[in-house]
């Protein structure tokens, strides 16, 4: 279980808190605002970047790759990419 606060840009977990940068926080706040929803690469470029080119995309994947590993300990979420679309949070609540 993961309490993120915007605000303060931090994740934190039962074992850690981790300080975000501001680009991972706004990221991780794009996703978390509609979980199991598509984000498209298109939104989230222009939305936190200000640009949608190959290597502002390629630095968003990095950050994806990033919130994927800070994630990690908690298997009922994931970030899903969607090829040529976008990327999704995916919660199960079930457990």
Do not use: C
Not at 75 to 80: D, E, G, P, R, V
């Amino acid at each position: 279980v993961y309490t993120f606060n915007s605000k303060l840009r931090s994740l934190k977990s039962e074992n850690e808190e981790r300080k975000l940068s501001p680009k991972e926080a706004q990221l991780l706040e794009l996703l978390a605002e509609t979980p199991n929803a598509l984000v498209s690469r298109e939104t989230a470029l222009k939305s936190i970047w200000g640009s949608d080119d190959y290597f502002t995309a390629r630095s968003m994947d990095v950050y994806i790759t990033k919130l994927r590993k800070y994630l990690s300990e908690d298997s009922n979420i994931s970030i899903k990419n969607i090829h040529g679309a976008g990327f999704q949070m995916l919660i199960d609540e079930d457990d």
